[in-house]
């Protein structure tokens, strides 16, 4: 049974999740976040249940679908709403945009656009941490679509071999893209099973119950520093909003009518909510304190400079050409 303080400390990342993805869906309609933004709204509860049992010294990639990851990871919020602006106070100077974070202070190595594209980075990170003799570990979080991807099979089959300190934290929210889980794999198919055929220890827990997100992975992690090798959680959760963008899409067709409302019905921040009863104090107190930092952080976004022009080849592994070369 968790303590209180604990819980209550889940459901405030929680808050700061949605209210965060909640106000950069009200304002990206204003045009001045240029970059394609995929919102996390509905799946909350894995990416801080997952992120409560790490530490700043453990390190986590994720993928195009980053946001909550970031921010449960202690991410930096203004940098983040900074950088979907393009903006030189960006967590990534502006040049990344949505789809691409970092932030190394708490450990959020980075996260990639192309699908699978971060698997093999972090599972090279668990190497490093290995042959360091390091009691960190590497969370490798990947969505369902992820597990279809050639490079998923040669990364977990060499966290296997090695025994790597990583897990593979698996949101399966049952779509990539338009395409749902039944289109894309046999009926029947477990993703747990899938993984344990490579070679992982693999659980399932239910992805918008953020306690049982996170009792499971503070085990699962332990066991990681104690070398057991190499694991995967599959949790299954819901996005509301469209793949890519700011709105709803249910009137597409691709969701079986009435799903998206049975998910929204097991809201997981709803549920958080209804199991632990806060203080209606703590509770207002909590949501006054983010709706001001998230306010202030668009506020500080809109207001800071575009990177410099002259900054344009900063970061890159070779000099620019010069005429005469």
Same mark, same amino acid.
């Given at each position: 049974?968790?303590?209180?303080?604990?819980?209550?400390?889940?459901?405030?990342?929680?808050?700061?999740?949605?209210?965060?993805?909640?106000?950069?869906?009200?304002?990206?309609?204003?045009?001045?976040?240029?970059?394609?933004?995929?919102?996390?709204?509905?799946?909350?509860?894995?990416?801080?249940?997952?992120?409560?049992?790490?530490?700043?010294?453990?390190?986590?990639?994720?993928?195009?679908?980053?946001?909550?990851?970031? %921010?449960?990871?202690?991410? +930096?919020?203004?940098?983040?709403?900074?950088?979907?602006?393009?903006?030189?106070?960006?967590?990534?100077?502006?040049?990344?945009?949505?789809?691409?974070?970092? +932030?190394?202070?708490?450990?959020?190595?980075?996260?990639?656009?192309?699908?699978?594209?971060?698997?093999?980075?972090?599972?090279?990170?668990?190497?490093?941490?290995?042959?360091?003799?390091?009691?960190?570990?590497?969370?490798?979080?990947?969505?369902?679509?992820?597990?279809?991807?050639?490079?998923?099979?040669?990364?977990?089959?060499?966290?296997?071999?090695?025994? %790597?300190?990583?897990?593979?934290?698996?949101?399966?929210?049952?779509?990539?893209?338009?395409?749902?889980?039944?289109?894309?794999?046999?009926?029947?198919?477990?993703?747990?099973?899938?993984?344990?055929?490579?070679?992982?220890?693999?659980?399932?827990? +239910?992805?918008?119950?953020?306690?049982?997100?996170?009792?499971?992975?503070?085990?699962?992690?332990?066991?990681?520093?104690?070398?057991?090798?190499?694991?995967?959680?599959?949790?299954?959760?819901?996005?509301?909003?469209?793949?890519?963008?700011?709105?709803?899409?249910?009137?597409?067709?691709?969701?079986?009518?009435?799903?998206?409302?049975?998910?929204?019905?097991?809201?997981? %921040?709803?549920?958080? %909510?209804?199991?632990?009863?806060?203080?209606?104090?703590?509770?207002?107190?909590?949501?006054?304190?983010?709706?001001?930092?998230?306010?202030?952080?668009?506020?500080?976004?809109?207001?800071?400079?575009?990177?410099?022009?002259?900054?344009?080849?900063?970061?890159?592994?070779?000099?620019?050409?010069?005429?005469?070369?």
């Amino acid at each position: 049974m968790m303590n209180r303080e604990f819980s209550l400390q889940l459901l405030h990342d929680m808050l700061l999740v949605r209210r965060s993805e909640e106000a950069i869906a009200r304002h990206y309609p204003q045009q001045q976040m240029r970059c394609p933004v995929h919102l996390s709204i509905g799946q909350e509860a894995a990416a801080v249940g997952i992120c409560a049992a790490l530490t700043h010294q453990d390190q986590a990639v994720s993928t195009h679908r980053s946001h909550a990851h970031y %921010l449960a990871k202690g991410g +930096d919020l203004d940098a983040l709403i900074a950088e979907l602006h393009g903006k030189a106070t960006g967590c990534c100077g502006g040049r990344g945009g949505s789809m691409h974070l970092s +932030d190394r202070r708490v450990g959020f190595l980075a996260s990639t656009a192309i699908v699978g594209n971060s698997i093999p980075v972090g599972v090279g990170m668990a190497l490093s941490q290995q042959l360091k003799r390091s009691q960190a570990v590497t969370c490798v979080f990947l969505g369902d679509g992820a597990v279809e991807e050639g490079v998923f099979y040669e990364a977990a089959n060499f966290a296997a071999v090695r025994r %790597l300190p990583v897990l593979f934290a698996c949101e399966n929210n049952r779509y990539s893209v338009y395409a749902g889980l039944e289109k894309r794999q046999p009926a029947g198919r477990k993703l747990t099973a899938l993984a344990e055929g490579i070679g992982l220890r693999a659980w399932e827990v +239910d992805g918008n119950d953020v306690e049982a997100v996170a009792e499971l992975t503070a085990d699962v992690v332990a066991s990681l520093r104690d070398g057991a090798g190499p694991a995967f959680i599959e949790m299954p959760t819901y996005r509301w909003l469209e793949h890519c963008g700011h709105a709803d899409d249910d009137h597409l067709g691709y969701r079986p009518e009435g799903e998206l409302a049975a998910w929204q019905a097991r809201d997981p %921040l709803m549920a958080m %909510l209804a199991r632990i009863q806060p203080d209606a104090a703590w509770l207002a107190a909590t949501e006054s304190v983010l709706a001001q930092r998230i306010d202030a952080a668009f506020q500080r976004a809109l207001a800071a400079p575009y990177p410099s022009p002259a900054s344009a080849f900063d970061g890159i592994y070779a000099s620019p050409l010069q005429e005469n070369d």
